[in-house]
């Protein structure tokens, strides 16, 4: 008992608190320290974290024209090793850089390893939507799709491109092709006369 007694009086003496008020500061002091060091990454940490982001200093691999639906799943980020890829039309992209966003628990991981071009035009999560299939979108969604694909030409590296986008784009090409033939055409002719078709 003489201890306590000497402890308590050496608080107070030394302090100038009361042996409460001096453990109860000394409490808030461990919880403050538990808060403030959690705040920071141990060096252990620090070193598997700078692994795990090391991706983003990677070159893009090129994957070429003929990439496969189910090739492309391969690079949703699930393999570390890997790079991180999806595609808008067709057009294949490395969006490892945005890891946070693309990657496994980022708000945008779904879309990784896919062609997600419906679901960016129709700004949808359903998991029906995460299709290359742009069929029966109107203007305003296609608008809106072309400004995704514009934003990753931006900042993403193209790595290759799906296996029926290159007969598509070809056949738009060619769509468009007869299209300013036809208009051409309804030019010269003038717009009094349509241009005759050839029907028998």
Known sequence: MGLYATVMGGITEYTGLSPAAFFTILAMMAVVYKLVSGMFVAA????AVKKANAYA????????ENVTEEQLRGYDGSDPEK???????????????????????GPYALFAGRDASRALALMSFDPRD???????????ELEVLQDWEYKFMEKYVKVGQLVGARKQTETE????????????????????????????
């Open 130 to 140: 995460l299709t290359g299939n742009i069929e029966g979108l109107n203007a305003s």
């Open 173 to 200: 090409g060619a769509e468009n092709g007869n299209k300013i033939q036809e208009d051409k055409q309804i030019e010269d002719n003038g717009a009094q006369q349509p241009p005759t078709s050839v029907c028998q």
């Open 44 to 47: 252990g940490d620090y070193v």
């Open 83 to 105: 790079p991180l890829l999806m595609a808008i039309k067709g057009q294949i992209y490395d969006v490892s850089r945005s890891r946070m966003f693309y990657g496994p628990g």
């Open 57 to 64: 200093l990677r070159e893009p691999v090129q994957l070429g």
